[in-house]
């Protein structure tokens, strides 16, 4: 009878049949590391201090609005994206030219500071993309200043207070902005200019209006010295009625009196009628 030979123990034979496959099993291994290595940058993401991670997902619906990935490093599927923003305050500065009401053309430096709101950034990347600041922002503050800048004339603006303005210009910005996950931190204009030939009208005209309010003022002013002395000649006609004494004779017999008390020597020869003391002698 036909017996079957014993089987080797198990460890016995994955033992040979690592020995007879071992060669393919290190090539699969050689090409698994080859395409992790080469597919690296695609599975590991190391997000930066201040900076939040959206995801892209190819097979989970796109974008994923409900996380975003805290910085550290992060590991997703080869298939999917990760994007990288950074959440910490931004500025863009430019020089655009708007026009007053007037239909003046006035240039503007401007710069200005805004972040994202880190929960809003799947919303802020699915609408906007990485180029936010240069597709929203950006745009945003050109209209802003257009909206406040059309408002007024050119010395308007050259007369307006500076904190006004700009607070102006940040109120409507801040508005545009409410719904697009974007906070603006301020606006500052750096330099409003205008043509050459602009500027030295106004400034004459500034000149004009200060000339004008100053000699405004020199007439009130003549008017006020006026009125003072019709009341005072007025005073003196008064006290001449009433006393019957004649002013210059009034004020020189003041002025005797004044002279008699001090400590100099001095002869006062009194006369008569309507002549005034005559005063004689020096100071010592």
């Known amino acids: 009878m036909f017996t079957e030979p014993p089987r080797p123990p198990v460890r016995t034979r994955f033992a040979l049949w690592f020995r007879e496959y071992s060669v393919y099993m290190a090539i699969v291994i050689l090409v698994i590391l080859f395409f992790v290595v080469l597919a690296s940058n695609r599975i590991f993401y190391n997000i930066g201090p201040g900076e939040r991670g959206v995801r892209w997902a190819r097979f989970g619906g796109g974008t994923v609005l409900t996380e975003t990935y805290p910085e550290g490093l992060r590991l997703i599927y080869p298939w999917d994206r990760m994007y990288v923003y950074s959440v910490r305050v931004q500025e863009i500065h430019d020089t655009v030219t708007v026009l007053s009401s007037n239909g003046l053309p006035i240039s503007i430096s401007y710069s200005c500071r805004f972040h994202p709101f880190p929960s809003s950034l799947p919303d802020l990347h699915q609408r906007y993309g990485p180029q936010y600041s240069d597709t929203l922002v950006r ?40 719904n697009h996950d974007v906070v603006v931190q301020d606006v500052l204009v750096k330099e409003l200019r205008l043509t050459p030939e602009l500027e030295a009208a106004i400034n004459e005209k500034l000149i004009q209006e200060q000339t004008a309010l100053k000699y405004e003022f020199t007439l009130k002013s003549e008017e006020g010295e006026r009125q003072r002395k019709v009341i005072e000649a007025q005073g003196i006609r008064a006290f001449s009625d009433i006393s019957r004494i004649d002013i210059l004779r009034w004020r020189g017999l003041q002025a ?3 002279l008699a008390k001090s400590a100099n020597a001095k002869t006062i020869v009194i006369g008569t009628g309507q002549q005034l003391p005559i005063i004689l002698g020096s100071d010592k």
């Open 139 to 178: 745009p945003e503050v050109i209209s802003a200043l257009r909206v406040v800048i059309g408002n007024y004339r050119p010395e308007d603006i050259y007369a307006r207070d500076e904190a006004g303005l700009l607070d102006e210009i940040f109120t409507v910005l801040q508005a545009n902005l409410t």
């Open 256 to 258: 005797t009196e004044a």
